[in-house]
């Protein structure tokens, strides 16, 4: 009866005062709404990351040459056949595909239509980096030396608006030869797990590439293990092998579920930093509701004062003023709930990532309202528990 009556009260002063109340209310909505938001984006972000690691394969290895260092005189790179031998040779993999890389312009009717990178690939590299074709086919081990090259969906869109009427079947010039076009890209749904940007690149025969370019050297090979295999035993038998082909190269390789570890850890920091910056704005409306509860006690003094008279104690005078400020927290975090909800819903949309509601931000949303209520109006209401009844009833 007492907490019923409590509540009762709160509500009447919180709607007597309602102008003071809805100001205090503000600062709360904005504090909590900038918390979920930032938090529900943090995670949002976290996700779509993670997925596109997770679409590409959390089987796969990258292998990577590093530069050699100063006490090996000449570099030394991945050969082909030892890469193409990978997978026969290593039990914990299954299929092995280097690939060469260079940068430049693509040139169509004369002109430069973009830049980007070609590299010189075998038919198992889509397979293993989830690469399709909207229109004609992809490399294939056939094209020894052959000039043809598959380009990305940008690249075809920037031919046609160059003028092709078709674009498999026409010729773009790359690194100044001429290639016929055998291929398009669809466009690639995985784009930060890659370390090439297939939409904006070429692809031509591994043959070709090492005939066509100066320094065509292969630096990179995608490999697949075994399902049931661990990517730490994967990772050493993969350095065994290299090491046994040249003791002066130096790879290292690098797994999806390490990637996806380190993302999960980097995502969570980023969560709390962002967590961290939204709560200075609700640490402000927070003392806006200190503020609007002293105002309250200091008005209401004659009101405290009469209730002791009557035989209210210190805890019901305190549990009273104490109601107040967490009916209007949990009333601001209620209103920013929704606010904050809907503004990462808003850059969902723009950013063209999947929305998800976020468990975690929506009972953050109530705990932190609940805490915001109980830590900034507790001083306020100890403050009118600790009035004199005299004193009090001789306030004007």
Same mark, same amino acid.
Do not use: C, W
């Given at each position: 009866m007492l907490l019923k009556t409590n509540i009762k009260e709160a509500v009447s002063s919180l709607y007597a005062t309602r102008q003071r109340s809805l100001l205090a209310l503000i600062g709360i909505v904005i504090g909590i709404g900038s918390v979920i938001a930032l938090v529900s984006v943090g995670s949002i972000a976290k996700f779509e990351s993670l997925k596109q690691y997770r679409e590409l394969g959390t089987d796969i290895l990258t292998i990577r040459r590093l530069h050699n260092s100063g006490q090996v005189r000449r570099q030394v790179y991945i050969r082909l056949a030892d890469a193409l031998d990978l997978a026969d040779r290593t039990p914990s993999i299954v299929a092995a595909a280097p690939w060469t890389q260079i940068y430049g312009p693509f040139m169509y009717a004369g002109q430069e239509i973009s830049r980007g990178e070609v590299l010189g690939v075998r038919a198992s590299f889509a397979d293993l980096t989830k690469l399709s074709v909207s229109a004609g086919r992809f490399i294939s081990d056939l094209d020894f030396r052959r000039y043809y090259c598959v380009v990305g969906h940008e690249v075809a869109q920037a031919m046609r608006q160059a003028g092709a009427t078709r674009v498999v079947g026409d010729l773009v010039k790359l690194g100044g030869h001429?290639? #016929?076009? +055998?291929? +398009? @890209? %669809?466009? #690639? !749904? +995985?784009? /930060? &797990? *890659?370390? $090439?940007? &297939? /939409? %904006?690149?070429? $692809? +031509?025969?591994?043959?070709?590439?090492q005939r066509a370019f100066d320094n065509a050297n292969i630096t990179m090979v995608i490999a697949r293990m075994r399902? /049931?295999?661990?990517?730490?035993?994967?990772? *050493?038998?993969?350095?065994?092998? $290299?090491?046994? *082909?040249?003791? /002066? @190269? &130096?790879?290292?390789?690098?797994?999806? %579920? !390490? @990637?996806? !570890? !380190?993302m999960e850890k980097q995502s969570q920091l980023f969560t709390l930093l962002l967590g961290v910056v939204g709560s200075i704005s609700l640490i402000v409306g927070g003392i806006g509701v200190m503020n609007i509860m002293l105002v309250s006690v200091t008005e209401r003094r004659k009101e405290i004062g009469i209730r002791r008279a009557l035989g209210a104690k210190r805890k019901d005078i305190q549990s009273q003023f104490l109601i107040e400020s967490i009916l209007l927290s949990l009333l601001g975090g209620l209103f920013g709930l929704g606010l904050g909800l809907g503004s990462a819903y808003v850059i969902c949309q723009f950013s063209g990532w999947t929305f998800m509601l976020s468990v975690p931000a929506m009972l953050l949303g109530v705990g932190v309202a609940s805490g915001v209520g109980i830590f900034f109006g507790f001083y306020p209401a100890h403050q009118a528990a600790q009035l004199n009844p005299v004193t009090a009833l001789r306030a004007p």
């Open positions: 001429p290639y #016929t076009v +055998v291929g +398009v @890209l %669809r466009p #690639t !749904q +995985v784009k /930060d &797990a *890659r370390s $090439f940007n &297939a /939409d %904006r690149g070429a $692809f +031509v025969p591994m043959s070709t590439a399902p /049931d295999v661990h990517h730490t035993v994967a990772t *050493r038998e993969v350095e065994s092998y $290299f090491r046994q *082909r040249s003791k /002066d @190269l &130096a790879i290292q390789v690098i797994s999806a %579920r !390490q @990637l996806i !570890q !380190q």
